[in-house]
C-alpha cells in the first residue's frame, strides 16, 4: 500500500507537528475504526530509532517496527484494529522526539492531499516506497511477471523497462496529488545522441483525488500519455544534454537513493 498522507499542524496548546527533514506518513489516509493502518516515518538526515503512538485511551506503547536502509532512513509499522477517536504517532531519535502527526480513525476527512510539488520530503518519501515495493532477501531471487498484484486490483501495471521508471512516479504522484513531467525524444542514431523536447508537465492529480481511470493505461489517461511517449531513447541523451529527463548521479550510496534510474545504455539498450 502507498503511503497517503502527510504533515500535520499544531493541534491546540499540545503541539503536534513536523517539518524539516523526518516526516511521518499513514495509509489509508484516513483509517477506519475496526482495521489496521499503516505508519511510515522517513528521514533524511538520519537513523531513526522508534515509533511510538498514544491511542484516543491515551495509552502510549512503542510500535513494534521494520527499518530501511538510507539514505532517506525510515521506520514501517502498523497500529491494529483503530479504536474511533484521535491518534498521536511519534518518531524519535535517541530518545527525543523528532516528529509528530495525529490522525482521527472515522474522523471525516484527512484534508487535502499535502503534497503539491516534488520537494526534498516528496522524493524521500518516494524513494522509501520504492525502497519497500521490491524489498527481498539479499540471498534471494526477486522477480516479478508484472505489477498486476496490489492494493489497486485488475489496474493495468505492465511497464516495460524503459517505462517502468516514469510509470512508478505517475503512479505516485496519482496517489499523492503530485504533478508529472516528461518529455519527448528521438531515437539518436550510430552518431548522435537522442535529443528531447521541452517538458510536458501534467497537472491532472493536484487539483482533486483523481479516480483509477485517470491513472489508468486505457486512452486518454496521463499514464498511458506518459508511456505512449517515453522509450529507450529517453535514457540514452548525452551526458551534458540539459534538455532531458535523466541526469548523471555519482556513484555514492548517498546519491543512489531507491528509485534513482540509471541511464547508462548498457542497462537500457535492449529496451524497445
Request: hydrophobic share 40%.
Amino acid at each position: 500500500m502507498l503511503w497517503a498522507l502527510g504533515p500535520v499542524q499544531a493541534a491546540g496548546r499540545d503541539l503536534c507537528a513536523q517539518s524539516g527533514p523526518v516526516r511521518i506518513w499513514t495509509a489509508p489516509r484516513t483509517p477506519a475504526s475496526g482495521a489496521s493502518f499503516k505508519v511510515l516515518a522517513v528521514a533524511t538526515d538520519g537513523h531513526l530509532s522508534g515509533l511510538r503512538v498514544r491511542d484516543p485511551t491515551g495509552t502510549l506503547r512503542l510500535l513494534p517496527a521494520s527499518a530501511g536502509g538510507g539514505p532517506p532512513w525510515s521506520l514501517a509499522a502498523a497500529v491494529l484494529d483503530a479504536r474511533p477517536g484521535t491518534y498521536r504517532i511519534e518518531a524519535e531519535r535517541a530518545g527525543q522526539v523528532v516528529a509528530c502527526r495525529e490522525v482521527a480513525a472515522d474522523g471525516g476527512p484527512g484534508g487535502d492531499f499535502p503534497l503539491r510539488r516534488w520537494d526534498a520530503s516528496a522524493e524521500a518519501l518516494y524513494s522509501a516506497w520504492i525502497e519497500r515495493l521490491f524489498e527481498a532477501p539479499p540471498s534471494g531471487a526477486l522477480s516479478f511477471a508484472s505489477l498486476h498484484p496490489g492494493e489497486d486490483g485488475d489496474l493495468p501495471a505492465t511497464p516495460d523497462c524503459a517505462d517502468l521508471p516514469y510509470f512508478l512516479r505517475t503512479h505516485f504522484a496519482w496517489k499523492l496529488g503530485l504533478p508529472m513531467a516528461f518529455r519527448a525524444c528521438s531515437r539518436g542514431s550510430a552518431t548522435s545522441a537522442p535529443r528531447c523536447g521541452a517538458p510536458l508537465i501534467e497537472e491532472g492529480f493536484i487539483r482533486a483525488p483523481a479516480s483509477a481511470s485517470a491513472f489508468t493505461l486505457h486512452r486518454p489517461s496521463i499514464a498511458r500519455r506518459v508511456m505512449d511517449t517515453v522509450h529507450s531513447g529517453s535514457a540514452r541523451t548525452g551526458l551534458t544534454d540539459e534538455s532531458t529527463d535523466f541526469y548523471p548521479v555519482p556513484l555514492t550510496r548517498s546519491a543512489l537513493r531507491p528509485g534513482t534510474s540509471s541511464p547508462i545504455p548498457t542497462v537500457t539498450s535492449w529496451c524497445s
